[in-house]
């Protein structure tokens, strides 16, 4: 069995040792829901459901503020990198290596640990560990709880326990892709003359693209960063054909004061006058910080001000969908995780712990 009461840091790498590719977190879901039914606190009064693989835990205690813990079960495939192992070095001090140490087992771990240890809480604490979240959106476990089971999903702010090196990092950017397209005229490469050549059309595509200048939108003290990128291009008939057919996938990262409906409309002014076609294939929002929202303030000030914009887009888009400021915060560098080398210091494992322990007992 888990033991919750354990280091938080040991407890990293028991959960590490459970093998949980999407949509296989039975046995983890199976061990974390036994674990809080045995060994969360009665003077908390956690009331446990589970729902599919996911296992979500609150408290009734009629505190005057309610905080969120959430963090997906789920690791990307295996790749010969477990059990976890721990190491020390002069160059990278104490170190857990293995799949899911950054992301993101270190913050379930300190989420579980917390569950159990807290016995009297400054705010009711909702937990919430789910499935699928790193496969596509439309399997995501958090997607399944807001459908099935929305009033779980309240609160006066929600913390996910993503990797951000020990920082608070708010919001998320948002995320569309389009495809850009080109047409022309087919014919034989010795005859070129006779074809109208796509893939050379998309050259412009290209100069617009290399050509592009990002914002940066500071909001609440976070600088948002935006990106226009290529990400792949496709053409091409045979190696002795002029090509009909040519087209290239963008994704634009955008900042959250953006609503994806304004992102699409700069993007297609972005390669306005051009002779393509523009497509979007999917979309995301982004979510602004909220951080001055109270207890997204006090959870600043816990963490000394230790604050930055989240780039990429994470779950906290869902809470903030819903009105609730939402922040990632979690041991672990982002740039480590799905590696085969993931590893995470302990320190910040340790870190972590204590710097929501104080915000959650204060």
């Given at each position: 069995?888990?033991?919750?009461?354990?280091?938080?840091?040991?407890?990293?790498?028991?959960?590490?040792?459970?093998?949980s590719?999407?949509?296989?977190?039975?046995?983890?879901?199976?061990?974390?829901?036994?674990?809080l039914?045995?060994?969360?606190?009665?003077?908390?009064?956690?009331?446990?459901?589970?729902?599919?693989?996911?296992v979500?835990?609150?408290?009734?205690?009629?505190?005057?503020t309610?905080?969120?813990?959430?963090?997906?079960?789920?690791?990307?495939?295996?790749a010969?990198?477990?059990?976890?192992?721990?190491?020390?070095?002069?160059?990278?001090?104490?170190?857990?290596?293995?799949?899911?140490?950054?992301?993101?087992?270190?913050?379930?771990?300190?989420?579980?640990?917390?569950?159990?240890?807290?016995?009297?809480?400054?705010?009711?604490?909702?937990?919430?560990?789910?499935?699928?979240?790193?496969?596509?959106?439309?399997?995501?476990?958090?997607?399944?709880?807001e459908?099935?089971?929305?009033?779980?999903?309240?609160?006066?702010?929600?913390?996910?326990?993503?990797?951000?090196?020990?920082?608070?990092?708010?919001?998320?950017?948002?995320?569309l892709?389009?495809?850009?397209?080109?047409?022309?005229?087919?014919?034989?490469?010795?005859?070129?003359?006779?074809?109208?050549?796509?893939?050379?059309?998309?050259?412009?595509?290209?100069?617009?693209?290399?050509?592009?200048?990002?914002?940066?939108?500071d909001?609440?003290?976070?600088?948002?960063?935006?990106?226009?990128?290529?990400?792949?291009i496709?053409?091409?008939?045979?190696?002795?054909?002029?090509?009909?057919?040519?087209?290239?996938?963008?994704?634009?990262?955008?900042?959250?004061?953006?609503t994806?409906?304004?992102?699409?409309?700069?993007?297609?002014?972005?390669?306005?006058?051009?002779?393509?076609g523009?497509?979007?294939?999917?979309?995301?929002?982004?979510?602004?910080?909220?951080?001055?929202?109270?207890?997204?303030?006090?959870?600043?000030?816990?963490?000394?001000?230790?604050?930055?914009?989240k780039?990429?887009?994470?779950?906290?888009?869902?809470f903030?969908a819903r009105?609730?400021?939402?922040?990632?915060?979690?041991?672990?560098?982002p740039?480590?995780?799905?590696?085969?080398?993931?590893?995470?210091?302990?320190?910040?494992?340790?870190?972590?712990a204590?710097?929501?322990?104080?915000?959650?007992?204060?």
């Open positions: 069995m888990l033991d919750l009461h354990s280091d938080p840091i040991s407890l990293t790498a028991a959960l590490v040792d459970i093998p590719e999407s949509r296989h977190e039975a046995r983890i879901a199976d061990e974390v829901e036994v674990a039914r045995e060994q969360t606190p009665r003077s908390a009064g956690f009331e446990i459901i589970r729902d599919g693989n996911a979500l835990a609150r408290t009734q205690l009629g505190r005057p309610r905080v969120l813990l959430a963090g997906h079960l789920d690791t990307v495939p295996v010969g990198n477990l059990p976890s192992r721990r190491t020390t070095t002069d160059d990278e001090g104490d170190v857990l290596h293995g799949c899911g140490t950054v992301d993101m087992k270190g913050g379930v771990a300190v989420f579980l640990h917390l569950a159990a240890t807290i016995t009297a809480p400054a705010h009711d604490l909702t937990c919430v560990f789910y499935d699928c979240e790193e496969i596509e959106a439309a399997a995501n476990g958090l997607g399944r709880i459908r099935n089971l929305p009033d779980w999903l309240t609160g006066d702010v929600a913390i996910l326990g993503e990797p951000t090196g020990g920082y608070i990092e708010a919001g998320c950017q948002g995320t892709r389009v495809v850009v397209s080109a047409t022309g005229t087919r014919a034989h490469s010795a005859r070129s003359w006779l074809g109208d050549n796509a893939i050379h059309k998309l050259g412009a595509v290209l100069d617009r693209l290399a050509a592009y200048q990002p914002r940066s939108v909001i609440d003290g976070c600088v948002y960063r935006e990106g226009l990128s290529a990400v792949r496709d053409g091409g008939v045979a190696g002795n054909v002029i090509p009909d057919a040519a087209a290239v996938t963008v994704n634009f990262r955008f900042a959250p004061d953006r994806p409906e304004q992102a699409l409309t700069h993007v297609r002014e972005v390669f306005d006058g051009l002779d393509v523009v497509e979007q294939t999917d979309s995301a929002a982004g979510a602004l910080p909220g951080l001055t929202a109270p207890a997204a303030a006090a959870l600043v000030a816990a963490a000394g001000g230790r604050v930055r914009a780039y990429g887009w994470t779950d906290v888009s869902r903030a009105g609730i400021p939402a922040v990632n915060y979690g041991p672990g560098d740039n480590l995780a799905h590696r085969v080398d993931e590893r995470v210091p302990v320190d910040q494992i340790s870190t972590v204590a710097m929501l322990r104080g915000y959650l007992s204060a």
